[in-house]
C-alpha cells in the first residue's frame, strides 16, 4: 500500500488550489442525506440535531478554505507576516467538535468513543493540512525599516498592480494596454528585488507611495473616460506619454537598486579583506 503524502501547500505536486479542503465539504454530505429523510419521517428532534451537524461542518470547511487561502500567499511571499488569524486551527476545532457532536446525539456513540473520534479526526487534519504558518518571513532587515512597513508597501503595490492588470484587460487600445503591462512587469520585477532584499525599500519607497499609486488613479480615471468616449488623440498621447515616463523611471530605480547592491557587496569583500589583513589570515 503507497505510503500517505502530508498536503504541503507549497509544493510542485500539490493539488490546484480550488479542490483543496473540498474533502471537508464531504464530510456533510452523509449528515444532508440523513436530513432529508428525517424530513421524510417527520422527526423534527432528528432534524435539528442533524441540521446543527450539518452546518458546523460547512462552517468548518469554509473556514478551512480561507485559512488555505491565507496560507498560499504567506507561501507564495518572500516577505511575508505570520497570519494573524489562525483560521486552519479554528477549523480543525470546529470540526473536532461537529464530530464529536454528531457521534454523541446522532449515532447515539459514547461519550469515551465521540472524545476519540474527535481526536482522531484532529489528529487526520493536522497530518494532512497542518496549521497555521507561526514564523515570521521577515528576512535580515536594517535598524531604519521594519518588517510591517516592507509588508506593508510591497502589499499595496501589489494591490496597485492588480488593478492596472484589470484596467490593461478593459482597454481595447492595444498600443496603450500594452505600455501599461510594460508598466506592470517593469514593476513586478521592483517588488521581487525589494522583496529579496528589504534593506532597498529606502530607495524604493517614494516609487511606490507617490509614483506607482497616481499612476494607478490616473489610469483608472483613463479607462472611465474612455468608456464614456470622452478620450481624443491629445490626451491619449498624454497618457501614453506618461506611460512611457513611469517605465523609464521604473527602469532608472532598477538600475538603482543594482548599483546599491554592488556597492554594498564591494564594501563587504573590502571590510573582509582588512579584517583577514588584520588578523594575520
Do not use: C, W
Not at 213 to 226: D, P, V
Not at 231 to 236: S, V
Not at 253 to 281: M, S, Y
Amino acid at each position: 500500500m503507497a505510503k500517505a503524502k502530508r498536503y504541503t501547500p507549497d509544493s510542485s505536486e500539490s493539488n490546484p488550489f480550488f479542490i483543496k479542503g473540498v474533502m471537508l465539504y464531504i464530510l456533510s454530505l452523509p449528515l444532508v442525506i440523513a436530513v432529508f429523510f428525517a424530513l421524510l419521517k417527520g422527526k423534527s428532534s432528528m432534524i435539528i440535531t442533524l441540521g446543527s451537524a450539518t452546518v458546523l461542518y460547512l462552517v468548518g470547511a469554509t473556514i478551512a478554505r480561507r485559512g488555505f487561502l491565507i496560507e498560499r500567499d504567506y507561501h507564495n511571499s518572500p516577505l511575508a507576516k505570520a497570519p494573524r488569524h489562525k483560521y486552519k486551527t479554528i477549523s480543525a476545532i470546529i470540526l473536532a467538535f461537529a464530530t464529536f457532536y454528531t457521534s454523541l446525539f446522532a449515532t447515539h456513540n459514547g461519550l469515551i468513543l465521540s472524545v476519540v473520534l474527535a481526536f482522531a479526526l484532529m489528529i487526520g487534519y493536522y497530518l494532512y493540512y497542518g496549521f497555521d504558518p507561526t514564523t515570521d518571513k521577515i528576512g535580515d532587515l536594517g535598524l531604519s525599516i521594519s518588517a510591517e512597513e516592507v509588508i506593508e508597501i510591497t502589499n499595496r503595490a501589489k494591490k496597485s498592480v492588480k488593478q492596472l492588470q484589470k484596467i490593461k484587460t478593459q482597454i481595447k487600445d492595444i498600443e496603450v494596454a500594452n505600455m501599461i503591462d510594460l508598466v506592470v512587469k517593469e514593476t513586478n520585477d521592483v517588488i521581487k528585488s525589494i522583496e529579496k532584499d528589504p534593506n532597498d525599500l529606502s530607495r524604493a519607497r517614494k516609487f511606490f507611495n507617490v509614483y506607482l499609486h497616481r499612476t494607478e488613479q490616473i489610469s483608472h480615471e483613463y479607462l472611465k473616460n474612455l468608456e464614456n468616449e470622452n478620450i481624443d488623440e491629445t490626451l491619449r498621447n498624454n497618457f501614453k506619454e506618461l506611460l512611457h515616463s513611469v517605465t523609464q523611471t521604473i527602469a532608472e530605480q532598477k538600475v538603482r537598486l543594482n548599483e546599491e547592491d554592488i556597492t554594498r557587496l564591494d564594501i563587504q569583500i573590502e571590510a573582509l579583506n582588512k579584517q583577514l589583513k588584520t588578523e594575520g589570515v
